[in-house]
């Protein structure tokens, strides 16, 4: 795809966002996930990793009765989503969910670095991110739970993919329309939590 029809693209969907009133035009991404894989469920509860500005909470309440967003920076309310400021890579945060829901239904991460342009590091903190991400979704989430996680490809992934594979009945790598072309980053969709008690 040239740069030109990826640029294109990428209007496309601000445009439609614009037009639809999502915050962000990576609501668009969890879309087309949830139109192939039916990750989000009626009236469960969702946390939403890395939410901010809230495109995905947008979406994901459309489906649940709870959507528990937490981000660094903070987000303008939403009708039945509830904001945890903080970070995910640390354990205070998941107390501070804690206060607010006991289990998950649905865990969703979006999070992503900020990008120093080195792309190593940027995709090591992609893969931190998710590993933080996973360790959330295995605290919360109920047997049969489903777990969605952006990451940057690259040398890591394979093996992350390999661990989410141990919790999870159906596991699969996904690159929504709605990212660039030029773009690295993959959705990992995991459906049916295998709960450890
Ligand atoms: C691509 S944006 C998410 C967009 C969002 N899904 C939406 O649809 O509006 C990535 C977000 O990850 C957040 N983030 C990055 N590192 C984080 C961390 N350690 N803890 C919490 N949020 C983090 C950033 O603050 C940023 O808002």
Known sequence: MTRWYSEKKKDYYYKEAKKHGYRARSAFKLLQIQQRYRVLRRGGVVIDLGASPGGWSQIAAKYASIVIAVDLQPMQPLDRVIFVKGDITK????????????????????????????????????????????????????????FVCKIFEGEDYPQFLQEVKKHFRMVKAHAPKASRKQSSEIYIVAKGFKKTW
């Open 91 to 146: 354990d205070e945060t998941i107390e501070k969910i804690r206060q607010h829901i006991s289990e998950a239904d649905v865990v969703i991460s979006d999070a992503s670095p900020n990008i120093s342009g080195k792309y190593t590091m940027d995709q090591a903190r992609s893969v931190w991110l998710c590993q933080n991400a996973l360790k959330i979704a295995k605290e919360f989430l109920k047997e049969g739970g489903n």
